[in-house]
């Protein structure tokens, strides 16, 4: 039966994608098998012993400075952040900061290592506040409200901070501090991932949706590039290739995906439920 055009075009775009598919797990993806594995923990930290709390926490997430990289800052269930310094095998607490009342979900860095920034990082937090941060003080130096809304994602480049306030994108040129665009159109639920590269931003959010924008164009829709749904809720996102074609994202339902910004679906899954 000879095959109409529609047909001819799907088997072209299936093909295409098949062929990209190849060239990710030939070039981008391999896995290393368990029993070849050689690497080793040196050594292992107990937040409690660090930090020498009454009240027993967690340890939420670590974020390294680019600037400096054998200082990180960490997030503590608690509402703290820490401040600290990785030297051979030891592991020096440097600073505490405990003015945030809710639960703090990101950390980012400046991409400027000239000083003063090299030292500064942002957070943000639950409790509706983004806080610039000097590693050697405990006082944070600037606090920008958010109306109570929550903070859930934080990037910058080198000239703007990006943030995922509940459902919208928001845009801050990191030299005024003043807000510059708000995105109340791109996601339908909770933003949980934002990725600078250059000028363009990537999105993704609870509601399964990934976007990446052109921010020389604004934060609008036509400064839309391309837009992903893989049916799964962003945990994190970043970008594979300087063409953005293809993105990795960690989702919240334990799978690791490389999604195909052009043909809008993922190209590779792992679920990591299924791993030993």
Not at 202 to 214: P, V
Not at 235 to 243: G, I, N, P
Request: include cysteine; charge should be negative.
């Amino acid at each position: 039966m000879r095959k109409t055009q529609f047909a001819q075009d799907v088997d072209m775009v299936l093909d295409h994608d098949v062929q990209n598919q190849k060239m990710l797990n030939e070039d981008y993806i391999s896995f290393i098998p368990k029993s070849m594995n050689s690497h080793k923990i040196k050594s292992s930290y107990d937040i409690n012993q660090i930090t020498k709390e009454e009240k027993k926490s967690s340890l939420l997430k670590i974020k390294m400075n680019p600037n400096t990289p054998h200082e990180f800052a960490v997030i503590n269930s608690n509402f703290q952040i820490l401040y600290m310094s990785l030297s051979n095998e030891d592991i020096y607490h440097i600073c505490t900061f405990k003015e945030n009342k809710g639960r703090i979900n990101d950390i980012c860095f400046f991409k400027n290592n000239e000083s003063p920034f090299n030292k500064a990082f942002i957070s943000g937090s639950t409790d509706g506040t983004i806080k610039i941060w000097d590693s050697r003080s405990s006082q944070s130096v600037k606090t920008i409200e958010t109306n109570r809304q929550k903070v859930f994602a934080l990037d910058t480049n080198s000239e703007v901070l990006a943030a995922g306030v509940e459902r919208e994108v928001v845009v801050w040129d990191l030299k005024m501090m003043k807000q510059m665009y708000k995105c109340s159109f791109a996601h339908s639920d909770e933003v949980t991932a934002v990725k600078f590269k250059d000028n363009f931003l990537m999105t993704g959010g609870q509601d399964n949706i990934i976007n990446i924008f052109d921010l020389k164009l604004g934060l609008d829709m036509d400064a839309v590039v391309s837009t992903a749904n893989i049916n799964q809720p962003f945990a994190s996102v970043d970008f594979l290739d300087d063409e953005l074609n293809y993105v990795h994202a960690v989702t919240n339902v334990y799978t690791f995906n490389v999604v195909n910004m052009f043909s809008c679906v993922s190209a590779f899954e792992l679920d990591a439920k299924n791993v030993n």
